[in-house]
């Protein structure tokens, strides 16, 4: 006899929604974690990866010791933290094997609630596929991150900003999947029966927002890996000038310069405001069609939330890349995109209620 799905529950308390609404929190979190290591320089601590044996750190004066060993062998003991202490590399171990034990915590909170809601026949074995995609995704996730951070391990003390920029997005992407998924219930089970419709051309001007917006991520990526933040301290003039002389002329050939450190941070400058254009445009359209209820007030958060990223974007210059700082950036970037993705689920939502009431 096949499985089938009972009847839906009330999306508030649909344990598959908030299943994936909790993982997409534990993306948000591990962003975060991961962009305290990076900002604590503890990303490069534990030289291996062990997905098993790595979950218990070590354990006794020897097993410490051999690991600091290890440790003094790489690039960034060499040339950055030559006469480092034990106490001080157990600190920088610790912050690592955290941000390693959430991402296994975070795996495990994927794989086994969704055993369990096929268990529960809540899912069939066909719903399940989308599900299992993501719990691939996560592994994947993982696999990057290392492939990152052995990048740093060989001949230079950092890892390859290319590489850290994939890893951000990925987890970005991975995020943007599992809300999505999340909003897609919530619609199913009635929350959004009457969703406000949303324009056309709100509905592409959402979409070219999200493409500037995760080009914009990309860019940040890019500074934090070429830790291009700290070349210049003024705004908005960088080296006293708005347009640095050698912009696109310190590498050959020009284009190159669009990813190194000088051009990346001062794209990343200005795209900032590119975004907050084309922001003010889709709210703007939203209200000028008077689109209400929750599209409109996601809007208005929308906009509050370029404000703030801008505002922290240009502290964190002002002040050297303070470290709270440069975190409360990162993570209000992924708040904007959340609220974005909002906004587009909506958008989407209204194009496929229209599609179907003309079919």
């Known amino acids: 006899m096949p499985m089938s799905s009972p009847v839906a529950s009330p999306p508030r308390r649909d344990p598959i929604t908030r299943w994936l609404l909790m993982v997409a929190g534990l993306i948000v979190v591990m962003v975060i974690v991961g962009g305290f290591v990076r900002l604590s320089r503890a990303g490069l601590s534990i030289v291996e990866w062990d997905i098993v044996t790595g979950v218990v750190p070590p354990i006794g004066e020897t097993a410490w010791q051999d690991s ?18 034990l106490g001080e590399y157990k600190r920088i171990f610790y912050y690592e094997w955290a941000h390693r034990l959430i991402a296994r915590v975070a795996g495990l909170l994927v794989v086994a609630p969704l055993l369990w809601f096929m268990w529960k026949r809540r899912l069939t074995l066909r719903e399940s596929i989308p599900y299992w995609i993501v719990a691939a995704l996560f592994g ?8 990152m951070v052995a990048s740093g391990l060989r001949d230079r003390p950092v890892v390859s900003h290319f590489r850290l920029t994939i890893h951000l997005l990925a987890a970005v992407l991975l995020l943007g999947l599992v809300l999505w998924m999340a909003l897609d219930r919530l619609r199913q089970a009635g929350e959004h029966e009457d969703a406000p419709e949303v324009s056309p051309r709100a509905r592409v001007l959402t ?4 493409a500037a917006l995760l080009v914009q991520l990309a860019y940040g990526g890019l500074v934090a890996g070429l830790k291009a933040g700290h070349l210049s301290n003024t705004w908005p003039f960088m080296f006293g000038r708005l347009v640095p002389a050698d912009l696109l002329s310190r590498y050959e050939p020009w284009w190159r310069n669009l990813y190194e450190s000088l051009g990346s ?41 370029v404000g703030v990223q801008i505002a922290l974007g240009v502290i964190v210059v002002l002040l050297g890349v303070p470290k709270w700082f440069a975190l409360a950036h990162q993570g209000v970037g992924i708040i904007m995109f959340c609220v974005l993705l909002v906004i587009a689920h909506y958008a989407e939502s209204s194009r496929a209620r229209l599609q179907h009431t003309a079919a």
């Open 140 to 147: 994947i996730q993982g696999a990057i991150g290392w492939i």
């Open 207 to 210: 979409w070219v927002l999200m």
């Open 265 to 305: 941070h001062w794209i990343h400058r200005w795209l900032a405001f590119v975004v907050a254009a084309i922001a003010v445009a889709v709210v703007a359209h939203l209200r000028h069609t008077g689109t209400p209820g929750v599209v409109r007030r996601a809007g208005t958060w929308l906009l509050a939330v």
């Open 68 to 85: 600091f060993a290890d440790y003094q062998k790489t690039p960034e003991y060499l040339l950055v933290n030559e006469g480092m202490t």
